[in-house]
């Protein structure tokens, strides 16, 4: 079961389009703003279908969830290979944003309540930095793949490609299996999905972990295509776009892996810190423009950030129970989302109409301003629960 999981998680991540996609959004005349839009159409269907997948997943099974995932996946990657166009582009991420959001936070649902089921979850932190390994080799293989097939044949290929390894993963979703859990509580579905999304964000020892790993995640998914912009800028080939990107995703695989010893090395307190200094990062890619200094900061980001999904989702696990796990971690999820679909579209735009370094140095201080603000709230919220 272990393994399947894993498996599932290297396909959904095994994104060979990916090294592709900002050459190929400028090959159809899409400007810094409009890709960022396409990105933010992802982040806002996710936002749309976060909450209830998560619901979804709770009352008819982790199983059943990750299967329509990998269904929606294939479709989104098809409309992509087949169209173009910014709306046709627009219309595949909305799907493929549907997907994520089916998929988020249900892998790891299903891998702590498999773990729960076999009174083992005490290995969940190590098997969730395991699976975020596999998930971040995923997307490494197929940078290196996505950057050679589009260098060397067409920007379309690696659509093709990406099908393929969609159908994969949907036969892999129909082998899982579904673990013994407690069971969602009967009644109205609506009511059900927003008492679960207001417990979980009136908790502020949820609150704070989700806002941490929302606020890492949105401006790292944004980074991202920055960084594929100044790849651009430095005239890199774009086989080096795919080589690059994979070697982020390895550095973040071996963060997520490791994680879980990190922790024990560093202890909790300088660890919560350490997974703070990507706001900094982001500042000093901004004031310095040299390609020397770029990738040596690419690859700590991607380090830091691999190091902060599993301990953060340790936290978020712990302080839930399995009836609602799904849902809260959708929450989880939905705060990240919202974050990225003010902030995509507002960096693509600092870089159309100022530079790429001002648009860095920004999310570097918007970053430790959500920080700083929600450090303020969560401990308002905990003194308020003090009897």
């Not at 892996?257 to 900094?280: C, D, K, T």
């Not at 870089?351 to 308002?380: E, K, N, P």
Request: charged content about 15%; glycine content about 8%.
């Amino acid at each position: 079961m272990m393994y399947r999981i894993y498996l599932y998680k290297f396909l959904i991540d095994f994104w060979v389009i990916v090294p592709v996609i900002v050459p190929f959004y400028r090959s159809h005349g899409m400007s810094a703003t409009q890709i960022l839009i396409i990105q933010a159409a992802y982040s806002l269907s996710q936002l749309v279908f976060e909450i209830p997948s998560g619901y979804f997943s709770d009352a008819i099974g982790r199983r059943k969830t990750l299967i329509l995932a990998a269904f929606l996946m294939l479709s989104g990657i098809a409309l992509y290979a087949w169209s173009e166009g910014f709306w046709w582009f627009v219309s595949a991420e909305v799907i493929l944003g549907s997907a994520g959001a089916m998929r988020s936070g249900t892998d790891s649902a299903l891998l702590y309540d498999h773990l729960k089921s076999i009174r083992d979850e005490h290995r969940y932190k190590k098997c969730e930095g395991h699976a975020e390994f596999w998930s971040r080799t995923g997307t490494a293989v197929s940078a290196v793949a996505g950057g050679a097939l589009g260098a060397f044949a067409t920007l379309r290929l690696p659509f093709y490609v990406n099908m393929g390894s969609a159908f994969l993963m949907l036969l892999v979703g129909f082998s899982l299996k579904e673990p013994f859990r407690a069971e969602l509580p009967k009644g109205n579905p609506l009511r059900n999905i927003l008492k679960t999304a207001w417990v979980s964000v009136r908790n502020p020892r949820l609150l704070s972990p989700m806002i941490r790993m929302g606020i890492i995640g949105s401006t790292g998914v944004t980074a991202i295509w920055g960084y594929f912009m100044l790849y651009r800028h430095y005239n890199l080939p774009l086989v080096w776009h795919g080589i690059i990107f994979a070697a982020m995703q390895f550095t973040s695989a071996f963060g997520a892996r490791h994680g879980a010893q990190f922790e024990g090395y560093l202890g909790y307190r300088i660890s919560s810190l350490m997974i703070l200094v990507p706001g900094l990062l982001f500042v000093v890619i901004g004031l310095i423009h040299h390609a020397a200094v770029l990738l040596p900061l690419v690859m700590l980001h991607a380090l830091l950030w691999g190091m902060s999904t599993p301990l953060l989702l340790e936290e978020i696990q712990h302080r839930t129970t399995s009836d609602v796990r799904a849902t809260t971690l959708s929450v989880s999820s939905m705060i990240g989302r919202i974050i990225t679909i003010c902030i995509g579209p507002a960096f693509g735009w600092i870089v159309d109409h100022r530079a790429t370094g001002v648009a860095y140095i920004s999310m570097g201080c918007f970053f430790y301003t959500v920080i700083i603000l929600a450090w303020f709230v969560t401990r308002s919220g905990m003194r308020s629960n003090r009897p």
